[in-house]
T-cell receptor, first 111, second 117 residues
């Protein structure tokens, strides 16, 4: 697995964009970047994934740098319910590779 | 669509006792995962099943942990005997085909919180 580095915690005001960075400088060319989040007392929830191009879905946007060494998850209008631990994952290249979760970023959205 | 079901939600036992957790994945999902999440850490994969066969159990402490997935649907995870360090949340997840590297999503249950006293 490519090693990922995330800040341990971030704050964001409600209604503002939350930009969560992730460094994955050892990622290889065919490895996707995944983002999951975990709200207190729940299991992790899939957010988005990408390979080379920027991606957007109903939950978030994912911006991947051209060299693929880092990415940013963007929650365009954060709400209090977005307070959670956000995990950036770059799995290894085997066919049945496992998702290895690191410590993640604790995002706290303030009123 | 029903999600991944787990039971019990909470379990308190004394060390050296045994305990079992149950998971029912999303209908049609071939792959089932058990993760252990210790407080303050990210989830750690214990075992991965593809249908009823084991794909990866490299991080399962096999001297005390066992898991089975009969008929390729439900699964149980057992700990016997439990130790204090087994206190954690045990998460079950499922996916359609077992290829998370190719854009496949994992769906997680809410977990079983185990306290070993």
């Amino acid at each position: 697995d490519a090693k990922t580095t995330q800040p341990p915690s971030m704050d964001c005001a409600e209604g503002r964009a939350a930009n969560l960075p992730c460094n994955h400088s050892t990622i290889s060319g065919n490895e996707y970047v995944y983002w999951y989040r975990q709200i207190h007392s729940q299991g992790p929830q899939y957010i988005i994934h990408g390979l080379k191009n920027n991606e957007t879905n109903e939950m978030a946007s994912l911006i991947i740098t051209e060299d693929r060494k880092s990415s940013t998850l963007i929650l365009p209008h954060a709400t209090l319910r977005d307070t959670a631990v956000y995990y950036c994952i770059a799995p290894g290249g085997t066919s049945y590779g496992k998702l290895t979760f690191g410590q993640g970023t604790i995002l706290t959205v303030h009123p | 669509e029903a999600g991944v079901a787990q039971s019990p939600r909470y379990k308190i036992i004394e060390k050296r006792q045994s305990v079992a957790f149950w998971c029912n994945p999303i209908s049609g999902h071939a792959t089932l995962y058990w993760y252990q999440q210790i407080l303050g850490q990210g989830p750690k994969l214990l075992i991965q099943f593809q249908n009823n066969g084991v794909v990866d159990d490299s991080q399962l402490p096999k001297d005390r942990f066992s898991a089975e997935r009969l008929k390729g649907v439900d699964s149980t995870l057992k700990i016997q005997p439990a130790k204090l360090e087994d206190s954690a949340v045990y998460l079950c997840a499922s996916s359609l085909g077992g290829r998370p590297l190719e854009g496949e999503k994992l769906f997680f249950g809410s977990g079983t919180q185990l306290s070993v006293l």
